[in-house]
């Protein structure tokens, strides 16, 4: 539980109280979000709001790294999350 309120956290934003934070993850629970047809949805919404709490140079590390191999080939191959 804790681990979902600190991801839920990051999803959001730290500013969140912990409150808020189980509110949504209840409300995305309620909703299907926890359903394996979802994961893929709440993964990429995750990795890009992650993405854009980031520095700048972090963002630019991030995107130099998903260019390389082994993520270059799964992007070729289909398998990529973006």
């Known amino acids: 539980m804790e681990q979902a309120l600190e991801i839920t956290a990051l999803m959001l934003g730290s500013d969140k109280s912990r409150g808020y934070c189980l509110e949504m993850l209840c409300a995305d629970f309620l909703a299907g979000s926890g359903t394996p047809e979802n994961q893929l949805e709440v993964l990429v919404v995750f990795l890009e709001r992650l993405y854009e709490t980031l520095p700048g140079e ?3 590390q991030l995107l130099n790294r998903l260019g390389e191999v082994p993520w270059k080939n799964s992007v070729k191959s289909g398998l990529a999350l973006f």
Do not use: I
Request: proline share 0%; no cysteine.
């Open 58 to 60: 972090s963002q630019r």
